[in-house]
Structures are given as C-alpha cells and as structure tokens.
C-alpha cells in the first residue's frame, strides 16, 4: 500500500468523523476540496474500494441509510479492537502531520523508537502467522553474549515508547515479556503454534501497570495528590481501574492493581505531590525505595 493510498483512508475517516453523516454529493464536495482529488469528481468505484479497505484495515465501517441515502462511520470489533483503531489513526494522523514539518525539521524534537524500526516487522510477521521466533536476547541484569531465546509470540504492547511482545518461551515453558529493543538476530522461525485457548491476551496485563507481570493478586491501591497533580491524572489515568474522590485542596485516588516494582518507580517520579496511603506493603515498598536514595546521598 502507498503512503498516499493510506493518507487517503485517514482523509475519509477523519472527514466522517468531522460531518457525521455526508450525502455521496456533500462527499463528492468536500473530496473536490482535498490535496488528493486533482479537482476531480471521486469516482463511484474508488469509493467503494476505499469503504471495503477501511472495513478491513480499521475495523470501521461506512454505512448508508437507505431512507436518507447519507453515508456515516460505525466501529466494528470489540473495545480492544476499538483501541487499537484509535491509537493507529492517531499514529498515522501524527505521522502525516509531522511530515509536512520537514522545513522545521530542527525545530521538532521526537523520541527515538529503534525497536519499532528494527524488529517490529519480523514479530508482527511471526505473530500473523503463528510462527515461532528465534532471537538473542541481553536483558538490562545480564552481561556476557545474548542469551538465546525461542519463543512463541502471543501478542505485542507499546510502554513508554518501547515495544515489548510476550508469549511462551518454549525451553523454559513459561510466559516471558521482552522489549524488542534488547532483541538481536530476530529471525521467523518454520514451525508454527497455537494459542492455548484458555489463555486471554487482555486479562494478563489487566491488574499491571507497565510490562512487569506478577502472579500475585491484585491490591485496593489508595494515593493522595495535590490539586495540580490529581488535574493530571485526570487527564492522563495511571490505569483503567482509576477512580477519584475530589477534596477541596487534594484529591484520593483508587485502584485495583498488583504490586510491581515499575508501579512504585511510577509513583516516585511524582516526588511529594503523590502520597500513597494504601496498602501497607506498597507504602513500605516506597519508603525503602526512598530510605535507599538517600542512604546514597549520604555517603
């Protein structure tokens, strides 16, 4: 698919998201108006071809009501697959945009991605087509050479701008998390593998924050902010569980999460405008983290 035959989807989702419900002719209109048209009429055929590819690409659908003749957008699939539409318009209308800056290309500064670049492409290939993976592999704790690693791919997840896939690593039968970044000589394996159909890709990570995976269960968390603070995580929730009693000059929030130690990393990043008030051991999880910093500073 060309770059421009996709930005040409982006055009039409996002102008159906703007209109609503658009006739063919207010459609015809505003596509004689794009950078895409040439000023020509969009042909009945290109339409369609269009509405059948967005079906299949973003799990969205382009209705007609018959009564009205007006066309609109409906999602298909289910939440998850309603996310993952989201997030992928959202990359590619950044994209499209940040494309156009080309001239004040020393004017925008980006965070680099190297794992999406290198290695992405081999993981989603082996996980289309449920083949095993062969990769070495130097976690950040380990030194020496990269340790081999085969593995079955179950599904993939974006963290803090890295890419990270989980599935079964066949020699040691257990479900292991790896950021594509610390991968070196990814290769698609021959043999295949099936999903067990007990295991739920959404539920794994469902009471973590992060891509650090516990067997413990998950705890009622309870955390005090400042008035400034509670109006970021608002707009940005620490996690799906996330629910607020709002006080005059600070707010409570609550969570149903387990315990991990990239959590506590989390909450130490906010320094004194987040308290955590329960439970006990991640209180505790947080004093010796704290106890330790300034032992080191200490000395």
Request: net charge neutral; glycine share 4%.
């Given at each position: 698919?060309?770059?421009?035959?996709?930005?040409?989807?982006?055009?039409?989702?996002?102008?159906?998201?703007?209109?609503?419900?658009?006739?063919?002719?207010?459609?015809?209109?505003?596509?004689?108006?794009?950078?895409?048209?040439?000023?020509?009429?969009?042909?009945?055929?290109?339409?369609?071809?269009?509405?059948?590819?967005?079906?299949?690409?973003?799990?969205?659908?382009?209705?007609?009501?018959?009564?009205?003749?007006?066309?609109?957008?409906?999602?298909?699939?289910?939440?998850?697959?309603?996310?993952?539409?989201?997030?992928?318009?959202?990359?590619?209308?950044?994209?499209?945009?940040?494309?156009?800056?080309?001239?004040?290309?020393?004017?925008?500064?980006?965070?680099?991605?190297?794992?999406?670049?290198?290695?992405?492409?081999?993981?989603?290939?082996?996980?289309?087509?449920?083949?095993?993976?062969?990769?070495?592999?130097?976690?950040?704790?380990?030194?020496?050479?990269?340790?081999?690693?085969?593995?079955?791919?179950?599904?993939?997840?974006?963290?803090?701008?890295?890419?990270?896939?989980?599935?079964?690593?066949?020699?040691?039968?257990?479900?292991?998390?790896?950021?594509?970044?610390?991968?070196?000589?990814?290769?698609?394996?021959?043999?295949?593998?099936?999903?067990?159909?007990?295991?739920?890709?959404?539920?794994y990570f469902r009471d973590s924050f992060g891509?650090?995976?516990?067997?413990?269960?998950?705890?009622?968390?309870?955390?005090?902010?400042?008035?400034?603070?509670?109006?970021?995580?608002?707009?940005?929730?620490?996690?799906?569980?996330?629910?607020?009693?709002?006080?005059?000059?600070?707010?409570?929030?609550?969570?149903?999460?387990?315990?991990?130690?990239?959590?506590?990393?989390?909450?130490?990043?906010?320094?004194?405008?987040?308290?955590?008030?329960?439970?006990?051991?991640?209180?505790?999880?947080?004093?010796?983290?704290?106890?330790?910093?300034?032992?080191?500073?200490?000395?």
């Amino acid at each position: 698919m060309s770059k421009n035959t996709f930005n040409r989807y982006i055009w039409f989702i996002e102008t159906f998201r703007r209109h609503g419900t658009l006739t063919r002719e207010k459609l015809n209109e505003l596509w004689r108006l794009s950078p895409f048209s040439g000023g020509e009429d969009l042909p009945r055929r290109t339409f369609y071809s269009y509405r059948n590819d967005i079906a299949e690409i973003f799990n969205l659908s382009i209705d007609c009501n018959p009564s009205t003749y007006e066309y609109s957008l409906s999602e298909m699939g289910n939440a998850h697959d309603r996310r993952f539409t989201d997030w992928m318009l959202n990359t590619a209308s950044m994209s499209s945009v940040l494309s156009d800056a080309s001239a004040i290309s020393d004017r925008v500064f980006l965070e680099d991605v190297p794992s999406a670049r290198i290695y992405l492409s081999p993981v989603i290939s082996a996980m289309k087509q449920n083949r095993t993976l062969h990769f070495g592999y130097s976690p950040y704790s380990r030194t020496g050479k990269p340790k081999p690693v085969t593995l079955e791919p179950y599904f993939l997840k974006i963290y803090r701008q890295r890419w990270y896939v989980t599935g079964r690593n066949v020699r040691e039968d257990a479900i292991k998390t790896y950021a594509l970044d610390r991968m070196t000589e990814v290769k698609v394996a021959d043999a295949t593998f099936e999903i067990p159909v007990d295991f739920d890709a959404e539920a794994y990570f469902r009471d973590s924050f992060g891509v650090i995976f516990t067997h413990s269960e998950a705890k009622k968390v309870t955390i005090r902010t400042d008035t400034r603070m509670a109006k970021y995580f608002r707009a940005l929730p620490l996690h799906h569980s996330q629910s607020e009693m709002i006080h005059d000059d600070y707010s409570i929030f609550t969570y149903s999460l387990r315990l991990t130690p990239d959590f506590v990393g989390e909450l130490l990043s906010y320094g004194p405008s987040v308290t955590v008030l329960a439970p006990r051991e991640l209180r505790a999880m947080v004093v010796e983290s704290l106890t330790k910093s300034l032992e080191n500073y200490k000395q």
